[in-house]
């Protein structure tokens, strides 16, 4: 009967709401009993749904991992220059040099992402390590110890505090168990259990009679029957949701693959040009003749070609990397650094990143009276106030006992952190063991210097009644000594009135009257609509030490002392970083799974949450279907008890409009939309191995404000690669261009192949390099985010490029052709423009470094490797015009200082030119008023 129960539900077993099922209903659906199931039947079962363990996808070999590094369009045409240089080489005499740089910067460029994306397949092995090893279960009535991955549908299992619960279960007993469950589902404290079945189908956040695989048992104890193993729980859908989410290229790399292969055809198709009209032109066609050709026109495909630019992207990206890890984030994947720097939406956590993940008690009420308390975190250092003026708390009656009865009826306990030297009980290095809400109440009464370990030596604890989800309170009973009983009770503020006869007014006790009810309900209220966690206190005292103690005892004649309210503060930092992203035209989003109210009010507080944005919670949004939801999305600032799968929905739908997002994260339930986001952002200090692994990038100090540094290093990052290939098609444009009008109006060619190559070689080398370097432009965050389906230039751009190119042929081409006219020899000719041309490109280098603020705007030595670089392309270039030995390879004669004025006159135009034009037409000014 038990096997045919099981089989019955077969493959719908994961499709079951066990937590609107009762106990009795759910051992029915299972086929299983209070002692468990035999161990046949576990067999039969274990090879009926397999073994309780995260499975991985096909994982590519390493070899096909390392070929995918060729797949751009730009390094095949690197490849094909490599070939064609060596072949020429070999069997034409031509230059080896050329071809072995470009091999390397190939070669090394395959090796840094071959290590990278080996590194990025790490996630679903952390995951793995996330389950437990082993599980206490019910079987054949006797309970006993198996490997988890054993566990079938059915089994009785165990759950102890400090264990981690190894399968799905349905709770079937559950005494005083609280979960945490952070990692899963992003709830910040731990979850009180029960066993009751619920009345209304809810989130997974909400089903307090579940637990879940990975999650761990944070207090009490417990018994669940297992309903889901291996993949079929909510632990092993999100592994499934990480291997199945598509790896997509980063703007960068879509630029990049687009400009490669708009180079390289132009290229191929500038060559080719060349090489018909020298055949047409040609007086006779010699072997010679055509090798000479035939290695001209590969030395201009070649020199067109930007071989450098791999080189220049992980030189710049790796300088951004190592400035982002002085600002608190490592990042995993270069191409990530630039990616940032389009982002349009960042999807962000609310606790721990936009707030301190530090409970701190901020306003409390007795006697009448609202205080406010400053400070934040476990620093017992902050002061009272009361109407604006500070006020000494233990002159209060009511408010000391207030703080008292909070640390006296607490399980928590603050030590001095154990890595310092302090042992100053008012220090700031304190660490906090057990529940964040208790440790607050702990640090209030520190606050008033009321010291926690002080007051429970001299008050011992001798009973208790435990908090449980249906009582809504905790109670514990204190000797003193007096040689009377302290009773303290803390808990929903309506429970505690409803425990109370009485209240502490003044220090004098009073009947509680229905009217001062509803007065501290309304207070409840308001501290409840400012986002804050609301505990009520009360007390009484047994004068006969010896008392009998029971429920009944304890709790008759309580005395309402006040409430004390606690949050979880925003960053200081943080208001001025989302001013900031706003500023920049990027979206910032909060996704958490806090209540609606609590979401609400912070947001707000920071600036997240405006006027006619809406709020959604995980409910509204599972009623959407994608359609009504895509209407919508750019309309929603704040989601609330959302799932794993609703912020893959929302990452999915603000992809769809076209935006580059970034999503932050620290759980299991982050995983997924951490790898499906353009820029998956992980905790350091509160996230997950699975977290991080699956992540692109991870921060230090899990700070918002960080990722908004982030963003200005990414936009800078692409700032200095748009300058490297603006520069380099200025030269080479200008080149090619020189050579075409010269070969067909019939001079001899002014340059030769070796002196193309050098040329590509001395200022495509250093100075390009440098530029990738450049320190940010100052208004870098007041610009909108990058258009991702826009190219790397735009039309100011262009210009600039078409303009520079003209430049440098006007410049030029009559200065050639006045010497070949006047009688100069060739070699005197060729050797004025040959140093001409990379005087030109040198200039071009500092004019390079912004498209709208002159040089002197911002600094012309503020690049200093920019000023070394041109000085050293410079003495090469020298050295080829006057060492001897270098004079027959590169066909040069030595200039004379009137030789050099000539040259530096006529090329300083380069940045002359430049500097005018941006004066002429200054670069509008972009404000962002109102976020995407």
Not at 235 to 241: P, R, V
Not at 248 to 274: N, S, Y
Not at 456 to 466: G, M, T
Request: glycine share 6%.
């Amino acid at each position: 009967m038990l096997i045919y129960a099981v089989k019955k539900v077969g493959d719908t077993l994961t499709e079951k709401k066990f937590h609107l099922m009762t106990v009795g209903d759910t051992y029915n659906t299972l086929g299983s009993k209070d002692d468990g199931i035999s161990n046949n039947e576990a067999k039969i079962r274990l090879d009926k749904y397999g073994l309780n363990e995260i499975q991985e996808a096909e994982k590519t070999s390493l070899l096909k991992l390392f070929l995918a590094q060729f797949k751009s369009f730009l390094v095949l045409i690197l490849v094909a220059a490599v070939v064609i240089s060596f072949v020429s080489s070999i069997f034409f005499g031509g230059e080896i040099f050329e071809s072995i740089a470009i091999f390397a910067i190939v070669f090394a460029n395959a090796i840094l992402g071959f290590v990278q994306e080996y590194r990025a397949e790490k996630a679903i092995e952390a995951l793995k390590q996330i389950a437990a090893p082993e599980a206490l279960v019910f079987r054949n009535g006797i309970e006993m110890r198996i490997p988890s991955r054993e566990l079938v549908p059915g089994d009785i299992v165990l759950l102890e505090m400090g264990n981690k619960v190894p399968a799905d279960v349905r709770l079937i007993e559950a005494i005083n168990l609280k979960i945490e469950e952070a990692s899963l589902t992003g709830e910040s404290v731990p979850v009180q259990k029960i066993v009751q079945p619920l009345e209304t189908d809810v989130l997974l956040s909400d089903r307090k009679n579940m637990a879940y695989s990975g999650t761990t048992v944070a207090y009490g104890r417990g018994k669940g029957i297992v309903i889901a193993t291996g993949m079929t729980t909510e632990l092993g859908k999100i592994a499934e949701l990480i291997q199945t989410a598509e790896d997509e290229l980063t703007p960068l790399q879509k630029r990049l693959d687009v400009v490669g292969k708009w180079l390289g055809v132009g290229c191929i198709i500038a060559a080719a040009i060349v090489a018909l009209t020298g055949l047409i032109r040609a007086p006779a066609i010699t072997q010679p003749f055509l090798v000479e050709l035939f290695l001209w026109s590969v030395s201009i495909a070649v020199a067109g070609v930007p071989e450098a630019l791999p080189a220049v992207v992980v030189i710049a990206l790796t300088v951004g990397v190592q400035k982002m890890a002085k600002r608190n984030s490592i990042v995993r994947r270069l191409p990530v650094v630039e990616t940032l720097g389009s982002t349009s939406v960042i999807c962000t956590d609310k606790t721990g990143t936009l707030t301190k993940n530090e409970m701190t008690v901020s306003k409390l009420y007795a006697n009448s009276k609202t205080i406010d308390i400053t400070g934040s975190g476990f620093s017992p250092k902050g002061e009272f106030f009361l109407q604006g003026k500070t006020i000494d708390p233990l002159k209060d009656v009511n408010v000391k006992l207030l703080l008292q009865v909070g640390a006296l009826c607490n399980d928590a306990h603050l030590q001095i952190n154990a890595s310092t030297n302090d042992k100053n009980p008012s220090t700031d290095n304190l660490e906090l063991f057990g529940d964040p809400t208790e440790g607050s109440l702990i640090v209030a009464a520190a606050k008033a210097g009321i010291i926690h370990e002080d007051l429970k030596e001299e008050n011992p604890r001798i009973w208790e009644i435990p908090f449980t989800s249906e009582t809504k309170f905790m109670a514990t009973v204190h000797t003193t000594n007096i040689g009377t009983l302290f009773v303290g009770v803390k808990g929903a503020p309506e429970t505690i009135l409803n425990l109370c006869e009485n209240i502490l007014e003044d220090g004098k006790i009073i009947p509680l009257s229905v009217e001062k009810k509803e007065e501290i309900s309304k207070v409840n209220l308001d501290m409840g609509a400012n986002a804050l966690r609301v505990l009520g206190m009360a007390y009484r005292e047994i004068q006969d030490e010896q008392a009998e103690l029971t429920e009944g005892t304890v709790l008759r004649g309580l005395v309402f002392v006040g409430l004390q309210g606690m949050i979880d503060p925003p960053r200081e930092e943080v208001i001025r970083a989302v001013e900031r992203t706003k500023a920049a035209c990027i979206r910032p989003i909060m996704i958490t799974g806090d209540q609606k109210l609590t979401a609400t009010t912070i947001a707000k507080e920071i600036g997240i949450l405006e006027e006619d944005d809406l709020v959604l919670t995980g409910q509204e949004l599972e009623e959407m279907d994608d359609e009504e939801f895509n209407k919508i999305v750019e309309n929603v600032s704040v989601y609330a008890r959302v799932s794993p799968e609703h912020k893959n929905k929302i990452v999915t739908a603000w992809k769809q409009k076209g935006h580059i997002t970034a999503m932050t994260g620290d759980g299991i339930n982050d995983a997924p939309a951490l790898k499906k986001a353009d820029i998956g952002i992980a905790m350091g200090i509160t996230g997950t191995d699975v977290a991080k692994e699956a992540a692109d990038m991870i921060l230090t100090d899990d700070n918002f404000a960080t990722i908004v540094s982030a963003v200005e290093e990414g936009r800078g990052i692409f700032d200095n690669i748009k300058k490297y290939l603006s520069y380099l098609l200025r030269g080479n444009v200008g080149e090619i261009v020189l050579l075409f009008i010269a070969s067909t109006i019939g001079l001899p060619l002014p340059l030769l192949a070796i002196q193309i190559l050098w040329i590509n070689l001395v200022t495509d080398g250093f100075p390009a390099v440098a530029l990738g370097v450049d320190p940010k432009e100052p208004d870098v965050l007041d610009r909108p985010p990058r258009d991702p389906r826009a190219g790397v230039f735009d039309t100011r751009i262009r210009y600039f490029i078409v303009g520079m190119a003209t430049l440098m042929v006007t410049a030029t081409l009559p200065l050639y052709w006045w010497l070949i006219n006047t009688g100069a020899s060739l070699d005197y000719a060729r050797t004025m423009i040959f140093s001409l041309i990379v005087a030109f490109e040198l200039w071009s280098a500092f004019a390079a470094r912004s498209e709208k603020y002159s040089l002197f705007q911002i600094g012309p030595l503020a690049n200093r490797w920019l000023v070394i670089a041109v000085i050293s392309s410079m003495i090469l270039q020298l050295a080829v015009v006057y060492v001897p030995f270098l004079q027959p390879v590169f066909d040069t004669v030595p200039l004379s200082l009137t030789d050099w004025l000539i040259i530096i006159g006529i090329s300083s135009s380069a940045l002359i030119a430049v500097e005018i034009a941006k004066f002429l037409r200054p670069y509008e000014q972009f404000i962002c008023e109102a976020p995407p």
